[in-house]
């Protein structure tokens, strides 16, 4: 089964962030560390897939049917060693949370604010709620988060290139395991939180001044934002996830993205710009071929 085509930035806290003492059921969880960067995207997958079969179908995955959270909620979890982070985090285990039920509320109160109203009403017939039940759900859902915020975002298809803008290019690690349908096949950086920081507020300062306030500008104020909700000792991951599955071995290796994103970066410094050009127009080339993708079928 394939893994979703999705690529993840994660924060993982120390435990000591979840309360003192955290929960026996988190501290069990994180012991037993059973979820991997490799399956994370099968149990997403799984997880949704029985809110759709289920009788009646649940709204959100990882919920019950009076609404309630799954056990899973507090369980699913994925764990990192502190040593396999460049920089100074921890104290370890750091943990991620895959929040799984909250990020669909979240997702699903985006979709219904911005789809178009006819679609909107279709997609709540089909699912048998009312606007209001799904504004009482998803309230519930954001609302039980440990943190003013969910510890992972995600898309679809692509990554968002003012994310390189957090990793250094050195650190890249590749497997490319047996072939492209493996699950161990990764390609990742991972950060402490405090260069994340760091460089997100450098980047958008820079290209606030260069090029304004909107675009890359803007998704590096969420992000950057976005950081701030969490303990400075976590880490911080770019994950490719799915995508990777898309990606042949040899273009997977040669894959420049993170150093060219620091390289229009220096342009921007310099204010060179037909190399800002031709570096940008070459990611966009790169990143548009994978997301095209998505409409191949």
């Given amino acids: 089964m394939l893994r979703p085509i999705v690529a993840y930035l994660r924060v993982y806290e120390p435990l000591s962030a979840f309360g003192e003492p955290p929960s026996e059921q988190l501290e069990k969880a994180v012991e037993a560390a059973t979820l991997s960067r490799a399956t994370v ?27 309630k959270p799954a056990p899973s909620t507090g369980t699913d979890v994925l764990v990192l060693d502190p040593e396999d982070v460049p920089g100074e985090v921890g104290p370890g285990p750091l943990v991620c949370p895959l929040e799984l039920r909250a990020r669909s509320a979240a997702a699903l109160v985006g ?33 039980g988060l440990p943190k003013a915020a969910v510890h ?7 990554v968002p290139l003012p994310w390189f803008a ?9 497997n490319l395991g047996t072939g492209q349908d493996d699950p161990a096949r990764e390609l990742s950086w991972r950060v402490s939180m405090s ?21 890359p500008a803007r998704i590096l104020e969420e992000t950057e934002r976005w ?17 990777v599955q898309l990606i042949a071995d040899p273009i997977l290796e040669s894959d420049t993205s993170a150093e ?19 570096l940008f127009n070459d990611l966009r080339e790169y990143w548009s071929e994978l997301a095209a993708r998505e409409h191949f079928n």
């Fill in 111 to 143: 979709f219904l604010g911005d789809a178009p109203p006819a679609l909107a009403a279709t997609v709540l017939d089909a699912s048998g709620v009312t606007p209001e039940k799904v504004r009482s759900r998803t309230t519930a859902a954001l609302g």
């Fill in 227 to 243: 950081l701030t909700n969490f303990d400075p000792r976590s880490a911080v991951e770019l994950d490719y996830g799915g995508l």
């Fill in 260 to 278: 060219e994103v620091h390289s229009i970066l220096d342009a921007l410094r310099t204010g060179n710009v037909e190399q800002l050009a031709e």
């Fill in 41 to 67: 995207g099968e149990r997403e997958q799984c997880m949704w897939l029985k809110s759709q079969v289920a009788v009646p179908v649940r709204l959100l995955p990882a919920e019950l049917a009076n609404g």
């Fill in 166 to 174: 957090l990793v250094d290019p050195a650190e890249r690690r590749l």
């Fill in 195 to 215: 260069d994340a920081l760091t460089r997100a507020a450098e980047a958008r300062e820079l290209v606030e001044n260069t090029l304004g306030d909107s675009g």
């Fill in 152 to 158: 992972v975002l995600s898309t679809t298809w692509t």
